[in-house]
């Protein structure tokens, strides 16, 4: 049973960078059947999907992120990542990774990141 | 595409009927998927392809619906299955969420 698990800082300052990792157990992400994906929920936005890779590198990032986005996948680790560069309050959310093929399951637990000084 | 649900509460003893219901901007065909959310977990995946369940998910939950109108439909509820439900297109890149249905106990 796949199971993934989100890992990094909980608190990130203005203008900084955000970065946090997904550990996939039970599964590969080498795997030619799916996609990796990051989402992350607020109170005002609801669910918003980030962007996926597949293991070859590609990536599909969301327009209204796409400038500062960045998903990276370490095959030998068995994982991927999420980077948010110049971070604002409003990218303060839970960050959820997932597997993807056209829906997403399963999920990862969940992250809290907050954005302040 | 905009995915919109209504109603954002319902409200519903345990052993009625629920109806959910979610509607897009432009026809997503039948490229939809419901997920069911409770306090403090992540999302879960229900249904997918409109109807089909996913692996686990109990016959009571049954998904309808094409092109634009689609419907949950939860035949008995369960207090397990107080939670906010999700509908998400994923016709067209990115995918999106409607803002979510929350099931009461009433």
Request: hydrophobic share 30%; with cysteine; proline share 5%.
């Given at each position: 049973?796949?199971?993934?698990?989100?890992?990094?800082?909980?608190?990130?300052?203005?203008?900084?960078?955000?970065?946090?990792?997904?550990?996939?157990?039970?599964?590969?992400?080498?795997?030619?059947?799916?996609?990796?994906?990051?989402?992350r929920?607020?109170?005002?936005k609801?669910l918003e999907w980030?962007?996926?890779?597949?293991?070859?590198?590609?990536?599909?990032?969301?327009?209204?992120?796409?400038?500062?986005?960045?998903?990276?996948?370490?095959?030998?680790?068995?994982?991927?990542?999420?980077?948010?560069?110049?971070?604002?309050?409003?990218?303060?959310?839970?960050?959820?990774?997932?597997?993807?093929?056209?829906?997403?399951?399963?999920?990862?637990?969940?992250?809290?990141?907050?954005?302040?000084? | 595409?905009?995915?919109?649900?209504?109603?954002?509460?319902?409200?519903?003893?345990?052993?009625?009927?629920?109806?959910?219901?979610?509607?897009?901007?432009?026809?997503?065909?039948?490229?939809?998927?419901?997920?069911?959310?409770?306090?403090?977990?992540?999302?879960?995946?229900?249904?997918?392809?409109?109807?089909?369940?996913?692996?686990?998910?109990?016959?009571?939950?049954?998904?309808?619906?094409?092109?634009?109108?689609?419907?949950?439909?939860?035949?008995?509820?369960?207090?397990?299955?107080?939670?906010?439900?999700?509908?998400?297109?994923?016709?067209?890149?990115?995918?999106?969420?409607?803002?979510?249905?929350?099931?009461?106990?009433?």
């Open positions: 049973q796949v199971q993934l698990q989100e890992s990094g800082p909980g608190l990130v300052k203005p203008s900084e960078t955000l970065s946090l990792t997904c550990t996939v157990s039970g599964g590969s992400v080498s795997s030619d059947s799916y996609y990796w994906s990051w989402i929920q607020t109170p005002e609801g980030i962007g996926y890779i597949y293991n070859s590198g590609f990536t599909n990032y969301n327009p209204s992120l796409k400038s500062r986005v960045t998903i990276s996948i370490d095959t030998s680790k068995n994982q991927f990542s999420l980077e948010v560069r110049s971070v604002t309050a409003a990218d303060t959310a839970v960050y959820y990774c997932a597997r993807f093929w056209d829906w997403l399951d399963p999920w990862g637990q969940g992250t809290l990141v907050t954005v302040s000084s | 595409i905009v995915v919109t649900q209504s109603p954002a509460t319902l409200s519903v003893s345990p052993g009625e009927r629920a109806t959910l219901s979610c509607r897009a901007s432009q026809s997503v065909s039948t490229n939809l998927a419901w997920y069911q959310q409770k306090p403090g977990q992540a999302p879960r995946l229900l249904i997918y392809g409109v109807s089909t369940r996913a692996t686990g998910v109990p016959a009571t939950f049954s998904g309808s619906g094409s092109g634009t109108e689609f419907t949950l439909t939860i035949s008995t509820l369960q207090s397990a299955d107080f939670a906010v439900y999700y509908c998400q297109q994923y016709s067209n890149w990115p995918g999106t969420f409607g803002q979510g249905t929350k099931v009461e106990i009433k």
